[in-house]
């Protein structure tokens, strides 16, 4: 049975969630997180990050390489008449599923001595400046903060009426892990009508490939294999990739109804974190890195409010919506744009042409979507 009153209670173990927890525990903040599903579960995700979160995640004491994440510094991009594209990136990654790095961090917060409690919140009130949270096992639980920090879509946004809930969104995403023959230190994209796949290596010397789809390109197929041999195999290095490699998932695991509609930093009093306040655009590789970068934000700020050296909450809200603008408003756009750009059939191949003759665009363009590497300060 979970405390009952508490400073902060977060909804949702994913990263945000996680990380938010971790860097909580380190002020000795009571807090509580919720998360739904049991660890350690695979999830669909790229499992690129950018480096950009290196100096913090080794300031709460995580280290990915202890796990044998890979390093990541080559990026190659192909079209789907088969031209490639490579480039250095600027910053680089590491490469590390979402199964081992989910686990390892929910393993590190309960060792800082986090509450965690597996249930499913079904609805938050906030009255007289308190929250009250309630799970489907009707435990009722009082929190001064909540963090929101359940994904890019949960029960949660319907119960709040989010806007965005109510609009279909097209896009579907496929992974599958593979044993076979990749460069470790290369992350790629390769194209596909209707769709790309990002192939990366991860822990386990396991390749991951991971591709979205918009749901029109799929539904002419009868299951994922034509839609595969149909569609992604007409990219000749996708289709070797494929070929030359053995799964090591059971079957590939899919999401639909991927939205990349605009969200709010703040809704009914609760801190958004993560994909629960906004989604970049997968092609972008950078959705991690801002699950992780949101939860540094709105962690310093709540240990700020619990000290008193924030006043009040709505000082507290203002200063979070301000401070995730500044950080994520502008690689959002980019990243949107982009994506609408490859998105239209006749001009993709053109905009491709235009960087296989002028590489140097190529980090330019995966610049304005990432971030600098994190300041940490406490
Ligand atoms: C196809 C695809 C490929 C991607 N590739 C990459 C990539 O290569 N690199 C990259 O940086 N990003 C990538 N991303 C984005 C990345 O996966 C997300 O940005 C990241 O997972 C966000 O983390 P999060 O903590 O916000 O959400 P999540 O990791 O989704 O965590 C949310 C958690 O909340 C829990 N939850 C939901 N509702 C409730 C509830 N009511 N009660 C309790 N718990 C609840 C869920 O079970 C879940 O564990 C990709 C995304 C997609 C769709």
Redesign the pocket.
């Known amino acids: 049975m979970p405390k009952q009153h508490l400073d902060v209670i977060i ?7 996680l990380i938010s927890a971790i860097h909580l525990s380190k002020h000795n903040a009571e807090v509580l997180l ?4 049991n660890y350690p579960k695979h ?8 480096n950009e979160v290196l100096p913090y995640l080794n300031f709460l004491g995580f280290n990915p390489f202890e796990y044998e994440a890979k390093h990541i510094s080559e990026f190659e991009l192909t079209t789907h008449n088969n031209k490639h594209i490579k480039a250095k990136l600027p910053l680089g990654g590491f490469g590390i599923s ?1 199964y081992e790095m ?1 686990f390892q961090l929910y393993k590190k917060a309960l060792k800082n001595g986090i509450e965690l409690f597996q ?4 609805d938050v009130n906030f009255k007289d400046d308190s929250f009250q949270v309630i799970t489907k096992s009707n435990q009722i639980l009082q929190s001064k903060i909540v963090i929101g ?4 879509r ?3 946004d319907i119960q709040f009426q989010r806007k965005f809930i109510k609009k279909k969104s097209p896009y579907l ?1 496929v ?1 599958i892990h593979m044993s076979g023959d990749f460069p470790e230190n290369k992350v790629a994209l390769h194209n596909f009508k209707g769709g790309y796949c ?1 192939v990366s290596k991860v822990e386990n010397d396991h390749i991951n490939l ?3 789809t918009n749901y029109e390109a799929f539904k002419k197929f009868k299951d994922i294999d034509a839609f595969q041999e149909e569609v992604l195999f007409k990219n000749s290095t996708l289709k070797q990739i494929y070929n030359n490699s053995i799964p090591e998932l059971e079957k590939p695991l899919t ?1 639909s109804q ?1 939205s990349f509609e605009t969200k709010k930093p703040v809704e009914n009093h609760i801190l958004m ?4 306040a906004g ?2 655009h ?1 092609l972008c ?7 992780i970068r949101s939860a540094q934000l709105a962690s310093n700020l709540i240990i700020d409010y619990l000290q008193e050296k924030i006043t009040t909450r709505k000082q507290l809200e203002a200063l979070y919506v301000k401070q995730w603008k500044r950080n994520f408003s502008l690689r959002l756009k980019a990243g949107h744009t982009i994506a609408y750009l490859f998105r239209q059939d006749w001009l993709a191949p053109k905009l491709l042409e235009v960087l296989r003759r002028l590489p140097f665009l190529v980090p330019l363009i995966i610049k304005m979507t990432h971030g600098k590497p994190m300041k940490v300060s406490r």
Request: net charge neutral.
């Open positions: 909804i949702g173990g994913g990263l945000a969630g919720i998360e739904k599903n999830k669909v995700c790229g499992e690129y990050v950018s979402r989910d249930d499913t919140v079904v920090a359940f994904g890019k949960s029960n949660l995403g992974k990002g991971c591709y979205i999401i991927i974190c993560g994909d629960s989604m970049i997968p590789g950078n959705g991690m890195a801002m699950a």
